[in-house]
């Protein structure tokens, strides 16, 4: 059938209930001026099998228009090159539920949406072992678009097809399609959603990958105005975004990922996923895992902002990377919960190799883990700085390095992070080992133990500086070196208070247990430091000139230095036990 002409259906039209069958036709260089360049179906059911749609044109459905109830099966038909505002291979409508096994869509465009095919108005589609390729939309869905539609797709693939919006499929306005292993390999969308798109839709996603796509938000996808997609043991891999490489999520959106993997995807922020919402609204990953993904900016893994709220279980962070948080970026207010999460050999070009908190925000972090993570700046495993204001319970920090301050974690410009029972082991810094605290932060620190931490200069187990007031309480500082306070150094107008915390065998040039100095205003109460060594004095405490130190009700015993064993330098000790004794009121 070809070069037909008419306002419905140029090559073919079937209406009122009509079935017909056709096999291995074609239909060449027909148009439409309202639906159906090829073929319009109108309450009816055709079925086709292995019948070819080229070139053909309307303003609804180039190849084939389908709506008011039609039920078309179409076994192992192409569609080539036709084109329309709207469906550039095939429209449906109108509670319409074509049935589509093995067809092929190529080279099809839409100067609205659908390059490929689109779905509307309760439309539900089925689509199985078909393809997409090189389709394209100048608005949304160059592969396919879903508005208000239900359709089912199982084994199809998208390759090759463009957009503005959602260069593979674009799905909006509670439109809820189910997608079963379906692929989407190097989609393009020039503004969001390379492979797909969600805006108000709440598609539903098993076993699908999306490989190789590109936008300026979400590479692999995109959610927005209050979309809630389900993703379950799907991947996303070497997608690419300006926002979001494998994902991007704002505007009130509340995706949920189930067992996926988000791999080598690439982004300024966000390399796998980029996310801004209300706390209203939440980002749920359960049991996903975070590989290999690159930020230029903030958030190698994920970068969260905007008062959201994401939530994540059992989820693994390994050898992600960005300038600020190289696992993670919470900024702008977000307040992420982590739950069993795990960062590995994740690195950040300036802070938080793991986690880096700002910008006034509050992640919880609870039994997480930071292993092997790498800050060129501050804070090797977690950085927090801003005003922000992070909770961590049972967390163990081990083995991270950061090449200025705090290689298990740094608090700095105001943050006052609390944590409770987190252990920090074999840390390693130029200051402060397992942690360091400047710039009037404020950390509190519950039940804590650092062991084996370095610091090439300042506090193997803890640096304080910059008038910054951590709080300890019940913690123990073990077998942790440096330069300068081999348990903790103290300096520059810092006031830490210090209550019920033990020191031993830690091991310095400087103050074995501590070294206090610039004006640094420590206070111990309850606390004991035994068997710390340094090398030149202060075993137990080194005091600077300028130093201010209290100490009541502690115990200073079996340290060792050349000059003061115990205590070197200026500390006002009451009610304390030190060895060889020590003036003071109270001092036994």
């Known amino acids: 059938v070809a070069n037909g002409n008419s306002n419905h259906g140029g090559g073919m039209a079937c209406w009122d209930s009509s079935s017909p069958t056709l096999k291995n ?33 309307a303003n609804n459905g180039g190849g084939i228009d389908c709506r008011d109830n039609s039920s078309p099966s179409l076994v192992s038909c192409t569609f080539t090159n036709n084109a329309a505002t709207y469906g550039g291979g095939m429209y449906s409508r109108d509670t319409s539920s074509p049935t589509l096994d093995n067809c092929v869509f190529t080279d099809n465009s839409a100067t609205n ?18 393809t997409f390729e090189n389709n394209r939309a100048d ?33 909006r306005d509670n439109s809820s399609p189910t997608l079963d292993s379906c692929t989407f390999t190097n989609n393009t969308a020039f503004d969001d959603g390379g492979g797909m798109a969600c805006s108000a839709g709440s598609p539903t996603l098993d076993n699908c990958a999306f490989t190789d796509n590109l936008a300026n938000y979400g590479g692999g996808i995109a959610c927005e105005s209050n979309s809630s997609p389900t993703l379950d043991n799907c991947t996303l891999k070497s997608n690419t975004a300006n926002y979001g490489g494998g994902m991007a999520c704002w505007d009130s959106s509340s995706p949920t990922l189930n067992s ?88 950040a070009t300036e802070d938080g190799g793991g986690v880096a908190c700002g910008d006034s925000s509050s992640a919880s972090l609870d039994s997480c883990t930071f292993t092997n993570n790498t800050a060129t700046e501050d804070g090797g495993g977690m950085a927090c700085g801003d005003s922000s204001s992070a ?22 410009d105001s943050s006052s992070p609390t944590l409770d029972g ?35 200069r300042h506090g193997g187990g803890i640096s304080c500086v910059g008038s910054s007031s951590p ?18 150094a103290c300096g ?49 405490i080194s005091c600077g000139s300028s130093s201010s130190p209290t100490a009541e009700n502690c115990i200073l015993w079996d340290n060792d230095a050349p000059n003061g064993a115990e205590i070197n330098g200026p500390a006002a000790v009451t009610y304390s036990d030190v060895k060889g004794g020590w003036a003071g009121t109270g001092n036994i």
């Open 25 to 57: 036709c074609t239909f060449t260089n027909n148009s439409a001026a309202y639906k159906g360049g090829g073929i319009s179906c109108l309450s009816s059911s055709p079925t086709l099998e292995n019948c070819a749609f080229t070139n053909n044109s």
């Open 113 to 130: 949406s659908g390059g490929g095919m689109y779905s509307r108005d309760t439309s539900s589609p089925s689509i199985d072992n078909c």
């Open 139 to 171: 608005y949304k869905g160059g592969g396919m678009a879903c508005l208000s539609s239900a359709p089912t797709l199982i084994n199809c693939m998208f390759t090759g097809n463009t957009a503005n919006h959602g260069g593979g499929i674009s799905c």
């Open 260 to 347: 996926c993997t988000l791999k080598s995807n690439t982004a300024n922020h966000g390399g796998g996923i980029y996310y801004i919402s209300p706390s209203s609204t939440v980002l749920q990953l359960n049991a996903c895992t975070f590989t290999n993904n690159v930020a230029t900016y903030h958030g190698g893994g994920i970068s969260c902002g905007g008062y959201s709220s994401a939530s994540l279980d059992s989820c693994t962070f390994t050898d992600n990377s960005a300038v600020h948080g190289g696992g993670i970026a919470c900024k702008d207010n977000s307040s992420p919960t982590l739950d069993n999460c795990a960062f590995t050999n994740n690195t």
């Open 391 to 412: 909770s961590l319970v049972s967390c163990t920090f081990t083995s991270n390095t950061a090449t200025e301050d705090g290689g298990g974690i740094s608090c700095g």
């Open 422 to 456: 987190c252990m920090f082991t074999d840390n390693t810094a130029n200051h402060g080992g397992g942690a360091y605290s400047k710039d009037t932060s404020s950390p509190t620190l519950d039940n804590g133990t650092f062991t084996n931490n370095f610091a090439q």
């Open 471 to 488: 709080t300890l309480k019940n913690c123990t500082l073990t077998n942790n070196t440096a330069t300068y306070g081999g348990g903790m």
């Open 492 to 540: 520059d107008s810092s006031s830490a208070s210090l209550d019920s915390c033990t020191f031993m065998d830690n091991t310095a040039n400087h103050g074995g247990g501590m070294a206090c100095g610039d004006f640094s205003s420590p206070t111990l109460k309850n606390c004991t430091l035994t068997n710390n060594t340094a090398h030149a004095d202060g075993g137990g």
